[in-house]
């Protein structure tokens, strides 16, 4: 691509001196200049390099422009020239998109974050996240309430995805925690990242969202969101929900504590305990107008209305503690000696918590030791 029209006639006309692989051969071609293409004797071509020279490509990256209505094996060979943004296509190109993953399976799979910077996930992390949000879109199936789906879908999201645990060491990659799909197939990411996940599952379910960032942290308002109170009535505004502030407790099926909230309410929790103001949620240009904040009765019951609650409103780790509790109560006096003897109703209840928290085993059999209260 560097070489000048002269250069690349030249190279091209002794490029069978050189022992190029197949797909190689075919990448020089594609990424000739227009006018070098077009000077180009092409009777001389075999099929596949003739095919190959009448695409298109990115003047300065060499990838090509993807038109989905062409034979789809003409790209075959070419993943190094792939690099395809998938975010926004219809169902239908969706379904031609996934036969080309399967004709070019190491191209890449692009992602932005508020339309800016790309960041990329391969196939197989595309096709997971994909088949994740499918899935998580069909349990949805009979709910009806924008509200109800943006219940499941940030509970669905704090089961799925931690915060990346290697943030500021020297193995972190901030690409690979942004991007989008790579994300869901991993189970990690940071707060943009995170939050353009949830944006993305959004929109397929007819929710309107913006990511807001402060400088310091990424979160979502969402656009004229229509919100059940207790009472019946329906309110409507626009609001914030923090997908990254609500993992924890969506984790462990307890109550979000930062969905559908103000910005009055954001940034009263940006004040830490000593009172410091982290700025978390400081942005007065973008999330002035964003002043529906649903109160906790409303809340309580939505997340019931979806079987996240239970009939009293309570949120379901209060389960998980509760037993925890009975756990803690059997093993405190002697840990070492009762964890050898461990009664198979003890063991049911251990499997329990962990199946709830997602723990190994041996990490509460490691808590028993150290005689501390896991939960």
Same mark, same amino acid.
């Given at each position: 691509m560097r070489l000048n029209d002269a250069e690349q006639m030249e190279f091209v006309e002794n490029i069978d001196k050189l022992n190029l692989l197949p797909n190689e051969k075919k990448e020089v071609f594609a990424t000739l200049k227009p006018e070098v293409k077009a000077k180009m004797d092409k009777s001389t071509l075999p099929e596949d390099l003739r095919t190959v020279i009448g695409f298109e490509t990115e003047m300065y990256t060499g990838k090509i422009k993807l038109d989905l209505d062409r034979d789809l094996e003409d790209y075959k060979d070419l993943d190094n020239l792939l690099?395809?943004?998938p975010e926004n296509f219809t169902e239908e190109q969706k379904k031609r998109f996934d036969k080309l993953c399967d004709i070019c399976p190491n191209m890449k799979i692009c992602?932005? *974050?508020?339309? &800016?910077?790309?960041?990329?996930?391969? *196939?197989?992390?595309? @096709? &997971?996240?994909?088949?994740? %949000?499918?899935?998580? %879109?069909?349990?949805?199936?009979? *709910? &009806?309430? @924008?509200a109800q789906k943006l219940a499941i879908v940030d509970h669905a999201i704090g089961k799925k995805i931690s915060y990346s645990p290697d943030f500021e060491t020297e193995v972190f990659d901030g690409s690979e925690a942004r991007a989008l799909w790579k994300i869901i197939s991993t189970g990690y990411g940071l707060c943009n990242g995170i939050a353009r996940v949830e944006q993305y599952i959004l929109s397929k379910v007819g929710i309107e969202s913006e990511i807001v960032g402060?400088?310091?942290? !990424?979160f979502l308002k969402l656009i004229d969101m229509e919100l059940p109170l207790e009472s019946g009535e329906i309110v409507k505004g626009n609001t914030i929900i923090d997908p990254t502030w609500n993992l924890m407790t969506n984790r462990f099926d307890g109550r979000p504590n930062n969905f559908c909230i103000s910005y009055e309410e954001a940034r009263k929790r940006d004040i830490d305990d000593k009172g410091k103001d982290h700025y978390s949620h400081k942005n007065d240009e973008k999330l002035q107008d964003a002043t529906l904040n649903l109160d906790?009765?409303?809340?309580? @019951?939505?997340?019931?209305? *979806?079987?996240? !609650?239970?009939?009293d409103g309570s949120f379901k780790v209060k389960e998980m503690l509760d037993m925890s509790k009975n756990v803690d109560d059997v093993y405190r006096d002697e840990p070492d000696e009762n964890i050898k003897r461990t009664d198979e109703s003890t063991c049911k209840i251990l499997s329990r918590i962990c199946y709830m928290s997602k723990f190994k085993y041996r990490y509460v059999k490691s808590s028993f030791k150290q005689r501390k209260h896991w939960t």
């Open positions: 690099g395809i943004n992602s932005t *974050v508020n339309n &800016q910077i790309e960041f990329t996930s391969t *196939v197989q992390e595309y @096709k &997971q996240g994909e088949e994740w %949000i499918s899935s998580l %879109i069909e349990s949805m199936e009979h *709910v &009806q309430s @924008k402060s400088g310091k942290h !990424a906790d009765k409303s809340l309580r @019951k939505l997340f019931h209305s *979806v079987g996240l !609650a239970n009939d």
